[in-house]
């Protein structure tokens, strides 16, 4: 074990793998270890380091921020936060919605849901989430969450949440009935391996909750912000689809904590002074960051930077050795990257050596988020240590079955 793993082991508690590296820097799309080693980074942060890292117009913003007013609490208001609610209504593109900021995706579900459990006031109480899905893991998002894996340590969890397949429209509906309080979906299920809703998902999905009363819920958290080359991931999907509370975090704050529940309608009304808070939520800081990140998403149409690159991205990875890669999946620059053999976990490993950071996913699945800003010359050189990432695992011997394939 290394100096690194030891400490790390020492002073952490375990529900993390003792990391491969330390990264010391970071510019653009690329970064740099503790031993000065470059890398092209394609996991961003998890799709949070959006601008990459080092952003001029963040650095500035949270610079400024910081030296005039760091924190205030909720008990007053800052102007950041407001600006940045009245942003988010506007994207939301409803007049009447309403925001609450707090500090993480996780949190921006809890705020859903006691959003949904408040609008109904125990009249009804069935929830409707997938297998699959990922909606964090405290202990109401993580009551949310389609993984037996990640919920069976912490039984008993939250009652009166079914789930359904993924993209099943028929087990969908059928489980959507006059007593659902609400579903919660991803467009996209990114921890399962980047699984967008097949056609027509979303809209059935609309469709039933409207017919029985239920609030439709969309956690947006990985997929806002232009990823896959809408500002929503919703709107690459199902252009018509509008939820009626929707869920946003990591790349808002491009690097700064920072996570927000957007509500339409009647739900945007649910909560009164005392029904929830958060000390951290809506820091000026924060706010002043995703201030700026909006700002430099619109005015460098980073949503069709993120299309294109994301289009060069899979049609290199495509290229790549056929014995290994069985598909590329996903939208704009969010991509799964499909192995015929559960070895993601030594193709990350080979790739990290090669320069690249890349996030196995599943032991079959790889996942690239890199930060919008990627440019041609960047996504070629991802594609190329990938390239000799998957070279390497079929080097070591690995036996990949092609019965199926």
């Not at 309403?98 to 959003?115: D, H, M, P, Q, T």
């Not at 700026?292 to 993120?306: F, H, K, R, T």
């Not at 620059?333 to 193709?347: I, S």
């Not at 190329?384 to 092609?402: K, N, P, Q």
């Amino acid at each position: 074990m290394t100096s690194l793993g030891a400490r790390w082991e020492s002073a952490f508690m375990g529900n993390y793998a003792t990391p491969a590296l330390a990264l010391a820097r970071g510019e653009g799309v690329r970064v740099w270890d503790d031993e000065g080693r470059e890398y092209v980074d394609c996991i961003a942060g998890i799709a949070v380091s959006i601008l990459g890292h080092g952003h001029p117009a963040v650095v500035e913003a949270v610079s400024r921020q910081i030296a005039t007013l760091a924190h205030t609490s909720n008990l007053v208001a800052n102007l950041p936060a407001l600006s940045l609610a009245e942003r988010l209504r506007d994207l939301v593109g409803s007049p009447g919605a309403r925001v609450f900021l707090c500090n993480s995706g996780s949190e921006a579900n809890e705020a859903a849901l006691k959003v949904v459990r408040k609008h109904w006031a125990g009249a009804r109480t069935q929830v409707v989430s997938t297998l699959g899905g990922f909606h964090g893991r405290t202990a109401g998002a993580l009551s949310l969450t389609g993984q037996e894996a990640k919920r069976a340590p912490f039984a008993p969890l939250l009652p009166g949440i079914d789930f359904v397949p993924f993209g099943d429209v028929a087990a969908l509906t059928a489980a959507i009935t006059d007593q659902t309080a609400a579903v919660f979906l991803e467009p996209v299920q990114g921890e399962s391996g980047v699984v967008p809703a097949p056609p027509g998902y979303l809209e059935a999905a609309r469709a039933a909750c409207d017919a029985t009363g239920a609030l439709l819920v969309l956690d947006e958290i990985q997929g806002a912000m232009g990823r896959t080359g809408a500002f929503f991931a919703h709107q690459s999907i199902a252009p018509g689809v509008r939820p009626d509370i929707l869920t946003m975090a990591k790349g808002l704050g491009g690097g700064l904590p920072i996570g927000a529940c957007v509500a339409v309608g009647a739900p945007a009304r649910a909560l009164q002074p005392g029904d929830h808070g958060s000390t951290f939520g809506g820091n000026p800081v924060a706010c002043a960051a995703a201030l700026a990140v909006l700002d430099v998403v619109e005015q460098d149409n980073l949503a069709a930077n993120s299309a294109a690159m994301g289009e060069r991205l899979a049609d290199g990875v495509r290229g790549l050795r056929a014995a290994l890669v069985r598909e590329v999946r996903g939208l704009g620059l969010w991509r799964a990257v499909v192995l015929k053999a559960p070895v993601a976990a030594a193709v990350e490993q080979a790739a990290r050596d090669a320069g690249l950071l890349v996030n196995a996913v599943k032991p079959d699945v790889l996942r690239l988020a890199p930060a919008l800003v990627i440019r041609a010359p960047e996504v070629d050189a991802a594609v190329t240590a990938l390239g000799t990432a998957v070279g390497i695992a079929l080097g070591t011997g690995l036996r990949i079955a092609e019965k199926g394939s």
